[in-house]
């Protein structure tokens, strides 16, 4: 019996699949909606995945009329693009693939059943269909047990993991995504696939293999994902700082290394729909980026001094250069490896204000952070793990304090506008010198005493720069 929550995404597809009908095909509605659906996830929001008995051009013949848009840039691969109101739907005739071993491109064949078809798919949560044509009441294909996996909160394959992963090595990245979204426990056999196959994955673009890691970082809980990569080597194919930090013991955290302090910050980092009412937006998936790199740079600087053990003396300056390579490397845009680089720059300069918040350390915290202010805020906050209950409230009321500075500082002086004084052009006017490096160390000079004295007025920055010209001839 199919569940009632199915009943608005059939009344919506009815429509489509009685062209199918009519044109004598078949139609279901396959993978992973049904999956969600079966979960109950509440999602309202995904893309509708469609495959049928219809060779391409029957499919765009049986929605042309009814879509509002048709694309074909999928056609070769079998599958036709349509858009209908507000809503994606891809259409893709019945495949039986067939890689070859040094490539991840498909000669694709077309199959005339639907179970062929399932049975190439990742997963078996996964390698479900509905069918939408052929009678009033839907039907649930699952051939290869999905909807009992999903239930029992087992991870499969539905052939052999060996021939799942050689077919396309990228999924052996994607059961960390679903292990840690639908708290699955992977079987033996696919586990020890995954160990024995994993440098399959070098024929996987790094283009690829960023995307499936950033739907992994931002799923609601990924901490199980992440052990995944590492327990089973995975992530040294992509990400092999994972297993360094594993290696380094974290005296400061108190937990077993920076790895587990690093996957504990990164959960500590909690999706929108979770986060205060009263929290400035932030960029969630920058943030939990900047969670797992923060302490990227430990290994590398790991020292001891008598007196106080292990330290990690300037890891976040090394870890940033780290990130920058790593991110680089996975194909990140600019704009992110800029701002996760920044990030893990920047967190540990909350601690260098142990004495309080005076005007000056605000400003220049506000001006050091720029745009990503709210996401150092958060990466601060959760960088804290510690099980001590008063040193965490100590170090969360810290936090407080900072932020009601911030804010009474922001009103009061537009402080992440902050610049000096004078522009260049009345420097340059008042000093009589042209354009040049002159200008620019002056710039910096009297953009320091606005960050460590706030506004003194014209008269007075024009005779400190008058004495800082002076002290240099």
């Known amino acids: 019996m199919i569940p009632d929550r199915f009943a608005p995404v059939l009344d919506e597809l009815r429509p489509v699949a009685e062209r199918f009908e009519q044109a004598g095909h078949r139609l279901y509605l396959v993978g992973g909606t049904v999956r969600d659906l079966l979960v109950d996830t509440g999602r309202s929001d995904f893309d509708l995945d469609l495959t049928t008995d219809a060779?391409?051009?029957?499919?765009?013949?049986?929605?042309?009329?009814?879509?509002?848009?048709?694309?074909?840039?999928?056609?070769?691969?079998?599958?036709?693009?349509?858009?209908?109101?507000?809503?994606?739907?891809?259409?893709?005739?019945?495949?039986?693939?067939?890689?070859?071993?040094?490539?991840?491109?498909?000669?694709?064949?077309?199959?005339?059943?639907?179970?062929?078809?399932?049975?190439?798919?990742?997963?078996?949560?996964?390698?479900?269909?509905?069918?939408?044509?052929?009678?009033?009441?839907?039907?649930?294909?699952?051939?290869?047990?999905?909807?009992?996996?999903?239930?029992?909160?087992?991870?499969?394959?539905?052939?052999?993991?060996?021939?799942?992963?050689?077919?396309?090595?990228?999924?052996?990245?994607?059961?960390?995504?679903?292990?840690?979204?639908?708290?699955?426990?992977?079987?033996?056999?696919?586990?020890?696939?995954?160990?024995?196959?994993?440098?399959?994955?070098?024929?996987?673009?790094?283009?690829?293999?960023?995307?499936?890691?950033?739907?992994?970082?931002?799923?609601?809980?990924?901490?199980?994902?992440?052990?995944?990569?590492?327990?089973?080597?995975?992530?040294?194919?992509?990400?092999?700082?994972?297993?360094?930090?594993?290696?380094?013991?974290?005296?400061?955290?108190?937990?077993?290394?920076?790895?587990?302090?690093?996957?504990?910050?990164?959960?500590?980092?909690?999706?929108?729909?979770?986060?205060?009412?009263?929290?400035p937006e932030f960029d969630f998936r920058l943030v939990r980026l900047a969670a797992l790199f923060h302490d990227i740079g430990k290994p590398r600087t790991r020292g001891y001094l008598e007196g106080k053990g292990t330290t990690f003396h300037h890891h976040d300056a090394v870890g940033a250069r780290m990130t920058k390579k790593r991110m680089t490397a996975l194909r990140y845009s600019n704009d992110d490896v800029a701002a996760v680089t920044e990030l893990v720059a920047l967190h540990l300069r909350f601690h260098t204000y142990r004495l309080g918040w005076s005007d000056a350390a605000v400003r220049r915290y506000v001006r050091d952070a720029g745009d990503l202010l709210n996401e150092l805020n958060v990466l601060t906050r959760c960088d804290c793990t510690t099980r001590n209950e008063r040193k965490a409230r100590t170090l969360s009321k810290r936090m407080d304090d900072l932020e009601e500075r911030i804010a009474e500082l922001a009103e009061a002086e537009e402080i992440a506008k902050i610049r000096p004084e004078l522009d260049g052009k009345a420097v340059m006017d008042h000093l009589g010198i042209g354009p040049g490096r002159e200008v620019g160390e002056a710039l910096q000079f009297l953009l320091d005493i606005r960050l460590d004295e706030g506004i003194l007025g014209e008269d007075e920055v024009t005779r400190r720069l008058d004495e800082w010209w002076a002290a240099r001839s």
């Open 55 to 279: 060779r391409p051009d029957a499919i765009k013949a049986c929605i042309e009329g009814w879509a509002d848009a048709i694309w074909t840039q999928g056609e070769r691969f079998g599958t036709i693009g349509a858009k209908f109101g507000d809503r994606t739907y891809e259409i893709t005739t019945f495949r039986a693939e067939i890689y070859a071993d040094d490539s991840r491109k498909p000669h694709v064949t077309y199959s005339d059943d639907i179970e062929t078809d399932l049975a190439r798919r990742d997963f078996t949560i996964n390698a479900m269909a509905l069918e939408l044509t052929g009678g009033a009441t839907p039907t649930l294909v699952d051939p290869h047990g999905g909807a009992a996996d999903l239930m029992q909160r087992v991870l499969r394959t539905p052939l052999g993991p060996d021939i799942s992963f050689s077919d396309d090595p990228l999924r052996m990245l994607r059961a960390a995504r679903f292990i840690a979204r639908f708290e699955l426990t992977p079987t033996d056999e696919l586990v020890a696939a995954v160990e024995t196959m994993r440098a399959r994955m070098e024929i996987v673009s790094a283009e690829r293999i960023r995307d499936e890691f950033d739907k992994l970082i931002t799923v609601d809980h990924p901490a199980a994902g992440l052990w995944f990569l590492h327990d089973t080597g995975l992530a040294d194919e992509f990400l092999p700082e994972l297993s360094a930090m594993r290696l380094e013991h974290d005296p400061i955290h108190r937990h077993k290394d920076v790895l587990t302090h690093s996957i504990a910050v990164v959960e500590n980092v909690r999706p929108p729909h979770e986060q205060p009412d009263d929290r």
